[in-house]
């Protein structure tokens, strides 16, 4: 598969203007940003024969939501989002305290599935669904580094609904390398290689109101889980 590189200025606030600018030539193809000791790639717009305001609509009415508990350290409280969790028979999924068994593919997510393998080259056998029902909704800074995921995971997020900023902060290193990544509707972003060992991300709660964001984190567990993990 080939991949257009284009470097963003390493780090600091991605502003829409620049993405708005880069996007002119470059929304139809994967686009690796200059993030050292990450291979992340995005691409704005995945063509899915239909809207992809269409397809926020069915995954918030079609998807099992559940308001799950988890807990950390010791303290137990509700997430800020809805998720739910499907995948192939047996891939289980284990973190902060919740252990997910998956529910078995709509045809919905069984047609994304199929658009990322296609555009990655790459197969999935479980994914992750986040609903950011608002502004209050978040998911705080993490990696996806999860025992059962293995070493130097691929993981492809496709995004519907309203734009929210994807944040990916450097585990050590300088603040100043934080990027904010603004993800569109029917974007898909793509992590891999050791992105998950040098680099934390999350999406923050916003102070002004705004509408509802559904994330699908396409992902392969492939392991034994050996630890407890936390977000
Ligand atoms: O909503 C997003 O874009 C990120 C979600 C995420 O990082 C996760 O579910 O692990
Ligand atoms: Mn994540």
């Known amino acids: 598969m080939f991949y257009r590189y284009v470097g963003l200025q390493g780090g600091g606030l991605l502003r829409d203007k620049e993405l708005k600018m880069q996007s002119l030539f470059t929304s139809q193809e994967l686009v690796k940003l200059n993030l050292p000791g990450a291979d992340v790639r995005y691409q704005e717009h995945l063509e899915f024969g239909r809207s992809a305001g269409e397809i926020f609509d069915d995954l918030v009415r079609q998807i099992s939501w559940k308001h799950e508990d988890i807990t950390i350290h010791g303290k137990t409280f509700k997430q800020p989002r809805l998720t739910a969790w499907y995948g192939d028979p047996g891939m289980s999924y284990t973190y902060s305290g919740l252990s997910l068994a998956p529910l078995a593919w709509p045809a919905l997510l069984l047609e994304l599935k199929r658009k990322v393998e296609e555009v990655t080259q790459q197969t999935y056998n479980s994914a992750l669904l986040n609903q950011y029902r608002g502004h209050r909704d978040s998911v705080g800074f993490h990696a996806d580094d999860e025992p059962e995921l293995g070493r130097n995971p691929t993981i492809a997020s496709l995004s519907f609904g309203e734009t929210r900023e994807f944040v990916l902060k450097p585990k050590r290193g ?28 999350g999406v923050e709660k916003l102070n002004a109101p705004c509408g509802g964001r559904v994330n699908i984190t396409f992902r392969n567990i492939v392991g034994q889980r050996r630890g407890r993990f936390a977000r």
């Open 174 to 201: 300088r603040p100043g390398q934080t990027t904010r990544l603004p993800l569109a509707s029917g974007s898909l972003l793509v992590m891999a290689g050791e992105t998950q060992q040098n680099w934390l991300h």
